[in-house]
């Protein structure tokens, strides 16, 4: 039974099914949003508020790693990640979107690794490769990660998917080869 | 979008349970 | 009405033969080849190495040796119901004969069967020179004209009733036209007469038993047959090809249809799903799903379930067919994490081990895993690092104090078998290159080694010993030459409830996209001999003289492909994954080249 709530806008399924829940929500996401929107002629158009801001914050980010902040560096960059997530709308253009948020993740990843922290690293590029994104630095950078986590097996698997689809890539040779030695001295 | 969202949102959740698993 | 019954008892015992014969020849000839086999079986386990087996009997728990007895006395006892069954068929049938034989109207029949080689007193193949010379004998001793004047008028009859059975007898193995009468009807003077019949005596189908026959009859086609055909329909439609219920099977492929791949797949996860089967809900419906979910656990920590011990048995022993199920739909939705995830599931449930990055040497028996956890100063966590201590530091490692039990992990951690690839290649029989449009196949030699071998590259092993048979019988089906190879032996699975000797498994992944193109390869043939030599890392010290290539095996492996090879010439890549179903750490997995070329 769908339950409509005229103050708040919202639908409700009581004891639905996981996906009826989820589009439900969804339609609920979508009715928030056009109902927050002041613009009655909005198109797919990205807003250019929401740009300015997100790049300020961004260039914000790039201007404290040229400063050697790497700490600051990176809340700046999770912050203008957040506000991308928070202050987009659903009809946004996708594609915009998208290019968006995996340049900044890209930074993001670099920032990650140079600070250590590779977990955080890792599900970036785990992101970044389910998005789409099957360039050879993703995976060296991925490698790299499983490297520094010990997970030396699921690095070569990683390592071997990017040289098969760029064979001559010389760091991700060198890193096969790196990744070799520590898996035999990791078995003995 | 919506997807695209959601599977940013689950990041924070991977992240958990590969450091419980690793 | 105007049938005859079987008054005399001539033809409801031929019937009944008949009946008896059709069951019980092939039962017999069935019940004589498993005898057989099964002996060929049993040899096969005790020529490869057997130390894992008998340990595996030595660290049994008390409930799994009663779980395994008991399943043993349920199949002996129905073995002994069908070896009774036709020990008392062919009884029933040797009494038959016997009164087929002792039966006078029966062989009063049989009396009027004309055999002119019996009336000559000849043999069936005797030549025409010899039936003439018979014939010219006898017909000179019962010649109407030619008998004694001092026989009584019943023996003359017999004699001249002779004399013209003996005549036509002659003529039916020489004269044209009675000879073919002799072959067509059986009779030289053509066909006699025949009569049909019911094989059954008249008093069943007379008065009041003929309406318990018509009874009988009714409940046998109208209730009992449809009963049982019904009965083995429906349960033939519940299953699927691999042997799964349906339910189970539409469960799983749901599952791995609304799959998201943000979700980090778990042994947790499989074992949530594997709790949901429907043969679990058959086997215990008095339990529920949670409580499945629970036992599945319990097995992999090693926990013991209390009153519920028995049925985490059953259940266990039955995930085995469910995992394999869940593969192969994960293999057909062409998704690899779940693929590998259902056998390290598999493995967990065997070695009762949960899935961590220290599984290989848990697997183990006697460790504390708390010492080896927090104990060590250096993370060691594959069987082959653990090998470059000396066996006291080993001790210290896994928290052993005794010493017999240490060497008894030793045992068992050197025995444990570890696959290293030698050489793999795609290869198409007959031709020196993979041709476009081609079928290959991927063709692996192996060396199956202990983690206690002292380590040694590819390259040391030379050509000749990874070449195949290049006879006409190899091109033909290149996989024979794969059954010459032994059996795998028995795992060592002391908290798995029954005796089991596991797999390899294939998996074939396309590198471009990342995903499983093919279903997975069962391999259960694999020579061990390697695993008892003696080629401690830790005692050998010159490799360059030590190691000679000529006392190993090599191992092949045959990996069908399912798909020609593309049309277009270039270098296609591919990732091979052989996982073992029963222990962690021997699994290979590497990226394999195809070179398309002219």
Redesign the interface.
Same mark, same amino acid.
């Given at each position: 039974t769908l339950q409509y709530d005229s103050n708040s806008k919202l639908l409700d399924v009581p004891d639905a099914s996981?996906?009826v829940e989820m589009n439900v929500k969804?339609i609920n996401?979508l009715t928030q949003d056009l109902v927050a929107e002041s613009n009655p002629n909005f198109t797919p158009q990205p807003r250019e508020d929401s740009t300015a801001m997100i790049k300020k914050l961004f260039e914000n980010g790039l201007k404290q790693l040229q400063q050697q902040k790497m700490a600051d560096a990176l809340k700046s960059v999770n912050l203008a990640v957040e506000m991308a997530?928070r202050k /987009?709308a %659903?009809?946004?253009a =996708?594609a915009v #979107?998208?290019q968006e948020?995996q340049f900044m993740m890209k930074n993001r990843v670099d920032l990650c690794l140079v600070q250590g922290k590779f977990?955080?690293a @890792? #599900?970036?590029l785990? =992101?970044l490769q &389910?998005?789409g994104l099957t360039t050879s630095d993703v995976f060296i950078r991925k490698t790299d990660a499983l490297m520094k986590?010990? #997970?030396y097996?699921q690095a /070569?698997?990683e390592v071997? /998917?990017g @040289?098969? @689809?760029d %064979?001559t890539n010389a760091k991700l040779r060198v890193l096969h080869m790196e990744n070799t030695r520590r898996l035999?001295e990791? &078995?003995? | 979008n919506q997807a695209l969202k959601r599977r940013f949102q689950a990041i924070l959740l991977r992240k958990e349970v590969f450091s419980e698993q690793w | 009405q105007s049938y005859d019954y079987d008054e005399g008892s001539e033809t409801w015992p031929f019937f009944v033969l008949a009946v008896l014969c059709v069951v019980l020849v092939p039962l017999t000839a069935m019940q004589l080849w498993e005898l057989v086999s099964g002996g060929q079986k049993d040899q096969d386990l005790k020529d490869q190495l057997n130390v894992l087996g008998k340990m595996s009997e030595q660290y049994a728990s008390s409930e799994i040796l009663e779980f395994r007895a008991k399943n043993l006395a349920k199949k002996s006892k129905w073995l002994a119901k069908r070896n009774l069954f036709i020990i008392a068929g062919w009884t029933v049938v040797a009494y038959l004969v016997q009164y087929i034989g002792s039966n006078d109207a029966i062989q009063d029949a049989a009396t009027l069967l004309f055999d002119p080689y019996t009336l000559l007193d000849i043999s069936t193949s005797s030549t025409d020179r010899e039936i003439r010379s018979a014939y010219r004998k006898l017909s000179v001793k019962f010649h109407p004209d030619k008998l004694t004047k001092d026989l009584s008028p019943e023996q003359r009859s017999v004699a001249e009733e002779q004399f013209v059975l003996i005549t036509k007898a002659y003529k039916a193995l020489t004269d044209e036209v009675t000879r073919e009468n002799f072959l067509k009807y059986g009779h030289p003077d053509g066909p006699q007469a025949t009569s049909h019949g019911i094989a059954l005596p008249k008093f069943l189908v007379d008065s009041s038993a003929s309406t318990l026959m018509v009874l009988g009859y009714i409940a046998l086609l109208g209730v009992i047959l449809p009963y049982f055909v019904s009965r083995w329909w429906s349960k033939t439609q519940s299953m699927t090809k691999k042997g799964i219920h349906v339910k189970s099977a539409s469960y799983f492929s749901d599952r791995l249809f609304n799959f998201k791949p943000s979700q980090v797949v778990t042994l947790d996860l499989i074992v949530n799903w594997l709790s949901h089967a429907e043969e679990f809900k058959l086997m215990f419906p008095e339990l529920g799903q949670e409580t499945f979910e629970t036992l599945l656990h319990d097995q992999v920590n090693r926990k013991h379930s209390g009153t519920l011990e028995t049925a985490k048995l059953g259940l266990v022993a039955k995930s085995h067919v469910l995992l394999f199920g869940l593969l192969d739909i994960a293999t057909t939705f062409r998704n690899l994490e779940i693929s590998n995830m259902a056998i390290d599931t598999l493995k967990a449930i065997v070695q009762a081990t949960p899935v961590s990055p220290y599984s290989q040497l848990l697997q183990l028996p006697n460790v504390n895993a708390k010492s080896l956890l927090e104990g060590s100063v250096d993370d060691i966590r594959t069987l082959g690092k653990l090998f470059t201590y000396d066996d006291a530091k080993i001790g210290k490692i896994l928290g052993i104090d005794d010493n017999t039990k240490l060497q008894e992990t030793l045992t068992i951690a050197s025995a444990i078998p570890h696959l290293k690839l030698i050489r793999a290649e795609f290869k198409v029989p007959g031709e020196s290159v993979v041709t476009p449009q081609s079928t290959p196949h991927i063709s692996l030699k192996v060396l199956v080694r202990s983690a206690k071998h002292k380590f040694f590259g590819p390259n040391l092993i030379p050509d000749e010993m990874c070449q195949d048979e290049q006879d006409f019988d190899s091109l033909r089906d290149p996989f024979a030459s794969i059954l010459e190879q032994p059996r795998l032996p028995q795992t060592f699975a002391p908290h798995f409830p029954g005796k089991r000797s596991g797999c390899w498994c294939a998996l074939v992944v396309l590198q471009k996209d990342g995903k499983v193109i093919q279903t997975p390869m069962l391999i259960d043939r694999l020579s061990f001999a390697n695993l008892n030599k003696d080629f401690d890392k830790r005692t050998v010290k010159d490799l360059e003289k030590d190691f000679k290539p000529e006392d190993w095996v090599i191992g092949t492996i045959k990996i069908p492909f399912s798909q020609p090879a593309p049309a277009e010439k270039g270098d296609f890549f591919f990732r091979v994954i052989v996982k073992s179903t029963e222990y962690f750490g021997p699994d290979l997995d590497f990226t394999l080249a195809m070179a398309v070329r002219e």
């Amino acid at each position: 039974t769908l339950q409509y709530d005229s103050n708040s806008k919202l639908l409700d399924v009581p004891d639905a099914s996981e996906d009826v829940e989820m589009n439900v929500k969804q339609i609920n996401k979508l009715t928030q949003d056009l109902v927050a929107e002041s613009n009655p002629n909005f198109t797919p158009q990205p807003r250019e508020d929401s740009t300015a801001m997100i790049k300020k914050l961004f260039e914000n980010g790039l201007k404290q790693l040229q400063q050697q902040k790497m700490a600051d560096a990176l809340k700046s960059v999770n912050l203008a990640v957040e506000m991308a997530q928070r202050k /987009r709308a %659903p009809w946004e253009a =996708f594609a915009v #979107q998208l290019q968006e948020l995996q340049f900044m993740m890209k930074n993001r990843v670099d920032l990650c690794l140079v600070q250590g922290k590779f977990m955080d690293a @890792l #599900q970036d590029l785990d =992101f970044l490769q &389910n998005t789409g994104l099957t360039t050879s630095d993703v995976f060296i950078r991925k490698t790299d990660a499983l490297m520094k986590l010990k #997970q030396y097996d699921q690095a /070569r698997a990683e390592v071997e /998917r990017g @040289l098969s @689809l760029d %064979p001559t890539n010389a760091k991700l040779r060198v890193l096969h080869m790196e990744n070799t030695r520590r898996l035999a001295e990791y &078995n003995g | 979008n919506q997807a695209l969202k959601r599977r940013f949102q689950a990041i924070l959740l991977r992240k958990e349970v590969f450091s419980e698993q690793w | 009405q105007s049938y005859d019954y079987d008054e005399g008892s001539e033809t409801w015992p031929f019937f009944v033969l008949a009946v008896l014969c059709v069951v019980l020849v092939p039962l017999t000839a069935m019940q004589l080849w498993e005898l057989v086999s099964g002996g060929q079986k049993d040899q096969d386990l005790k020529d490869q190495l057997n130390v894992l087996g008998k340990m595996s009997e030595q660290y049994a728990s008390s409930e799994i040796l009663e779980f395994r007895a008991k399943n043993l006395a349920k199949k002996s006892k129905w073995l002994a119901k069908r070896n009774l069954f036709i020990i008392a068929g062919w009884t029933v049938v040797a009494y038959l004969v016997q009164y087929i034989g002792s039966n006078d109207a029966i062989q009063d029949a049989a009396t009027l069967l004309f055999d002119p080689y019996t009336l000559l007193d000849i043999s069936t193949s005797s030549t025409d020179r010899e039936i003439r010379s018979a014939y010219r004998k006898l017909s000179v001793k019962f010649h109407p004209d030619k008998l004694t004047k001092d026989l009584s008028p019943e023996q003359r009859s017999v004699a001249e009733e002779q004399f013209v059975l003996i005549t036509k007898a002659y003529k039916a193995l020489t004269d044209e036209v009675t000879r073919e009468n002799f072959l067509k009807y059986g009779h030289p003077d053509g066909p006699q007469a025949t009569s049909h019949g019911i094989a059954l005596p008249k008093f069943l189908v007379d008065s009041s038993a003929s309406t318990l026959m018509v009874l009988g009859y009714i409940a046998l086609l109208g209730v009992i047959l449809p009963y049982f055909v019904s009965r083995w329909w429906s349960k033939t439609q519940s299953m699927t090809k691999k042997g799964i219920h349906v339910k189970s099977a539409s469960y799983f492929s749901d599952r791995l249809f609304n799959f998201k791949p943000s979700q980090v797949v778990t042994l947790d996860l499989i074992v949530n799903w594997l709790s949901h089967a429907e043969e679990f809900k058959l086997m215990f419906p008095e339990l529920g799903q949670e409580t499945f979910e629970t036992l599945l656990h319990d097995q992999v920590n090693r926990k013991h379930s209390g009153t519920l011990e028995t049925a985490k048995l059953g259940l266990v022993a039955k995930s085995h067919v469910l995992l394999f199920g869940l593969l192969d739909i994960a293999t057909t939705f062409r998704n690899l994490e779940i693929s590998n995830m259902a056998i390290d599931t598999l493995k967990a449930i065997v070695q009762a081990t949960p899935v961590s990055p220290y599984s290989q040497l848990l697997q183990l028996p006697n460790v504390n895993a708390k010492s080896l956890l927090e104990g060590s100063v250096d993370d060691i966590r594959t069987l082959g690092k653990l090998f470059t201590y000396d066996d006291a530091k080993i001790g210290k490692i896994l928290g052993i104090d005794d010493n017999t039990k240490l060497q008894e992990t030793l045992t068992i951690a050197s025995a444990i078998p570890h696959l290293k690839l030698i050489r793999a290649e795609f290869k198409v029989p007959g031709e020196s290159v993979v041709t476009p449009q081609s079928t290959p196949h991927i063709s692996l030699k192996v060396l199956v080694r202990s983690a206690k071998h002292k380590f040694f590259g590819p390259n040391l092993i030379p050509d000749e010993m990874c070449q195949d048979e290049q006879d006409f019988d190899s091109l033909r089906d290149p996989f024979a030459s794969i059954l010459e190879q032994p059996r795998l032996p028995q795992t060592f699975a002391p908290h798995f409830p029954g005796k089991r000797s596991g797999c390899w498994c294939a998996l074939v992944v396309l590198q471009k996209d990342g995903k499983v193109i093919q279903t997975p390869m069962l391999i259960d043939r694999l020579s061990f001999a390697n695993l008892n030599k003696d080629f401690d890392k830790r005692t050998v010290k010159d490799l360059e003289k030590d190691f000679k290539p000529e006392d190993w095996v090599i191992g092949t492996i045959k990996i069908p492909f399912s798909q020609p090879a593309p049309a277009e010439k270039g270098d296609f890549f591919f990732r091979v994954i052989v996982k073992s179903t029963e222990y962690f750490g021997p699994d290979l997995d590497f990226t394999l080249a195809m070179a398309v070329r002219e």
